[in-house]
Nanobody
């Protein structure tokens, strides 16, 4: 069982930056693909970014390309999401997730482990 804890959310003005962190309870977190998703009330959970175990494979949703960067530090069992040039439409609860293989990474139901989420609010 992998427990994930997100942190780093908050309130920021449009154009600002935030860095989300997701720390895993297990040292074997390096064996897992990690993803970030977000969700707003009444909408389905949306894929944001994913990173493979080694960090060599990365995917982003088009709407965050060039603004967000996913990275990981396996020695710290932590995955990051650096979010720059934030827009009001980025406002959501952001979730970290983990799964074993790097395939269908945009599909939330393929992930086995989820964090509790962290709120990101971008004011205009």
């Amino acid at each position: 069982q992998v427990q994930l804890v997100e942190s780093g959310g908050g309130l920021v003005q449009a154009g600002g930056s935030l860095r989300l962190s997701c720390t895993a309870s297990q040292r074997t977190f390096s064996w897992y693909t990690a993803g970030w998703f977000r969700q707003t009330p009444g909408k389905e959970r949306e894929f944001v970014a994913a990173i493979s175990m080694s960090g060599r494979s990365i995917n982003y949703v088009d709407s965050v390309m060039g603004r967000f960067t996913i990275s990981r530090d396996n020695a710290k069992n932590t995955v990051y999401l650096q979010m720059n040039t934030l827009k009001p439409e980025d406002t959501a609860v952001y979730y970290c997730a983990a799964r074993s293989a790097y395939e269908q990474v945009v599909v939330p139901t393929t992930y086995n482990y989820w964090g509790q989420g962290t709120q990101v609010t971008v004011s205009s």
